[in-house]
């Protein structure tokens, strides 16, 4: 039988390239996204439906999963909207910080809730999200995403165990930089003149040259949606996988200097 993948964000980047990849594949895929009418791409491929979500509404979520539901079985739900709020927690408004907080963390959370009565009734499905390298170490002025991928790390582990009992897989995808327009349409950065310095020093952090493209990471969330594990974490990209590793084999403590000292020139361990 066709196997069936709701996708959220799925208007660019790596949600596009799932929606993609998976439709390439015989799946049926529900490309979910906050404007479906700008879409001229998913929208003419067999066996692709489009359908209107934002993630931060819980109405639009009710509607977009019973709509999905009602025009046949899910088998994997990928939890992919997100974007980076960036810069210095004190220069970054309240609004800015929900905004972060409803879309990346809440929304994943909610899409997620509302799938787990159909799943149950199946006693199968897989629940993917799209974390980050991000979500397994920390860099400078990221304190808002990280508390996002972080906390659907921490979250993804714990469900696993209620999920389990029913034959539910929940994991997560967690890229290093995928050369996306994450970083010019997805990116919130905020700025503050007491931080220029540092926030100067950090911009050399970021060299797409050794980023994946979202076809590779695609290729791993395909892995996850059908290798039959109840594996947790899937770390996507070679620059992931380096850092992850170097972070497992050191240390937390000893990471957290290294990374300190690699960006700043005057950082005190
Ligand atoms: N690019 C990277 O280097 C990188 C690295 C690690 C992890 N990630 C993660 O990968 C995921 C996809 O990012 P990307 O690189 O593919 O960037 P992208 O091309 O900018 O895609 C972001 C997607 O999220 C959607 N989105 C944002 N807010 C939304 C909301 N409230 N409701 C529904 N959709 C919303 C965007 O939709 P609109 O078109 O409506 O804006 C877009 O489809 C994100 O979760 C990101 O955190 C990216």
């Known amino acids: 039988m066709q196997k069936a993948i709701f996708i959220t964000g799925a208007s660019t980047g790596l949600g596009r390239a799932t929606a993609k990849l998976f439709q390439s594949k015989g799946w049926k895929v529900i490309a979910t996204m906050r404007d479906p009418s700008k879409e001229t791409e ?50 970054i408004s309240d609004e800015q910080i929900t905004k972060e907080i409803n879309t990346n963390l809440l929304g ?14 199946r006693k199968s499905g897989v629940f993917i999200s799209t974390t980050s390298l991000g979500g397994l170490i920390a860099f400078p002025f990221g304190s808002l995403y990280h508390a996002t991928k972080w906390g659907i790390e921490g979250w993804t582990e714990s469900m696993s165990f209620e999920l389990g009992f029913f ?41 797409p040259a050794h980023w994946s493209t979202p076809g590779q990471i695609a290729d791993v969330v ?43 020139s005057n950082f005190e361990a």
Do not use: C
């Open 42 to 91: 998913l929208n003419h491929l067999s066996n692709v439906t489009l359908v209107k979500l934002d993630v931060t509404h819980q109405g639009q979520i009710e509607e977009a999963v019973n709509k999905a539901i009602s025009e046949g079985p899910i088998d994997v739900v990928f939890n992919n909207a997100g974007y980076g709020l960036i810069g210095p927690l004190e220069a």
């Open 167 to 207: 034959n539910i897989a929940i994991k997560t995808v967690a890229p290093g930089g995928i050369q996306t327009d994450f970083a010019t349409r997805s990116l919130d950065p905020v700025t503050h003149p007491d931080y220029n310095a540092p926030w100067e020093e950090m911009q050399k952090l970021f060299n």
């Open 222 to 264: 395909y892995e996850a949606a059908t290798d039959g594990k109840k594996q947790l974490l899937y770390v996507a990209g070679a620059d992931a996988n380096a850092s992850y590793q170097r972070r497992l084999e050191i240390g937390k403590e000893a990471f957290r200097i290294e990374m300190g000292q690699n960006i700043f």
């Open 108 to 121: 994943v959370i909610r899409v997620t809730k509302a799938f787990i009565p159909h799943f149950k009734a």
